[in-house]
């Protein structure tokens, strides 16, 4: 079992107005009694002594920084086909997939950042469910970053699943590569929070997602959040072409069965294929230089999608018979599962 240990910064920055709120507080006074190096910035967006004399480097030490800030811009976007608005809490994770979506979302910033005015946020939250209800509305807590991976220094989840279940009209919806669900299991969510497991074959997760819990953690976490009784679902993502993959993906399946007997009434999978841009190809590339990943844009066609962006995504045939091989698979294992999506 690849068991990790609980993130722990190398270095710590904190802008300075985040020490005026007391979840800033907390996370200073914490972080000084470990002695690990602080340092007072002016804002969260402009961090500077993140040591690398190569994109690699950096990108490594930044994975070991820590960033406390303040959330100025509250307005939320929306966030199909996992739900209809997104909010963040932090951007960025411990993890170091080499696949991630974040690679070129956040830029030359894949520091790990949290912050600390989550009484604004939730309050903007609570703005939106008014303005749609009685309609009810979804809210994702990991568009940007993996709440769980920092739980243990920011209690932020926690706060957002009990905030969560005080509202009427508003569902959360958070997934996770993570494992450290202890906090968690006994709030008073009221079901009102769906905890999704971001999951894959074992030769994809000791390839290419560094740092993350194993894949034998993941299905253990998911069977105590399942028994703690929030609603359960699992991403398979990215789902890949590679030479043994559907005797991997069944394997995959079957150890999920084996451990949800019997499985929730209302489990549901949501499945993701691979696809890259260009942009992302270079940045992998500076940052994994032995990467495995399928980056062959001439084995792949284009998807054109916002703002005339180019997605490479697999060819017809490899995608249908991919597709076929999971949806076949779900069938024969999970036979009264919702599918959300398959994209």
Do not use: W
Request: hydrophobic share 35%.
């Amino acid at each position: 079992m690849n068991i990790i240990q609980p993130f722990q910064p190398k270095r710590v920055f904190f802008e300075e107005k985040a020490l005026d709120y007391p979840l800033g507080q907390k996370i200073y006074h914490d972080m000084n009694e470990t002695g690990v190096p602080i340092q007072i910035i002016g804002s969260h967006n402009r961090v500077t002594g993140i040591p690398g004399a190569t994109p690699q480097q950096s990108y490594l030490e930044s994975k070991r920084s820590l960033v406390v800030g303040v959330k100025k811009d509250l307005r939320l976007d929306t966030c199909k086909p996992s739900a209809d608005f997104e909010f963040s809490m932090g951007t960025s994770c411990p993890g170091g997939c080499q696949y991630c979506y974040l690679q070129t979302h956040l830029g030359r910033k894949p520091y790990v950042r949290v912050y600390v005015n989550l009484d604004e946020i939730f309050q903007r939250i609570k703005e939106i469910t008014a303005e749609n209800a009685p309609t009810s509305t979804t809210f994702e807590a990991a568009s940007t970053s993996d709440p769980l991976a920092v739980e243990h220094i920011t209690g932020s989840l926690s706060k957002a699943v009990e905030f969560f279940g005080t509202l009427d009209h508003a569902r959360l919806r958070v997934v996770t590569k993570f494992a450290s669900v202890e906090p968690l299991l006994k709030i008073a969510h009221n079901r009102h929070t769906k905890f999704r497991f971001s999951l894959n074959t074992n030769p994809v997760i000791q390839k290419f997602e560094h740092n993350t819990a194993g894949l034998a953690e993941r299905i253990e976490a998911a069977r105590k959040i399942a028994r703690a009784g929030y609603k359960l679902g699992f991403i398979i993502a990215p789902l890949f072409v590679y030479r043994s993959y559907e005797a991997d993906y069944t394997e995959l399946f079957k150890e999920l069965a084996k451990a949800l007997q019997p499985p929730p009434a209302d489990l549901s999978f949501e499945l993701i294929t691979h696809r890259f841009t260009k942009s992302a190809k270079k940045v992998i590339l500076e940052r994994f230089p032995g990467t495995k990943l399928d980056l062959d844009e001439a084995t792949r066609r284009k998807k054109y999608g916002k703002y005339g962006l180019v997605k490479y995504i697999y060819s017809e045939a490899e995608y249908i018979k991919l597709k076929e091989t999971i949806l076949k698979l779900l069938g024969r294992f999970f036979p009264a599962s919702q599918i959300e999506y398959f994209t």
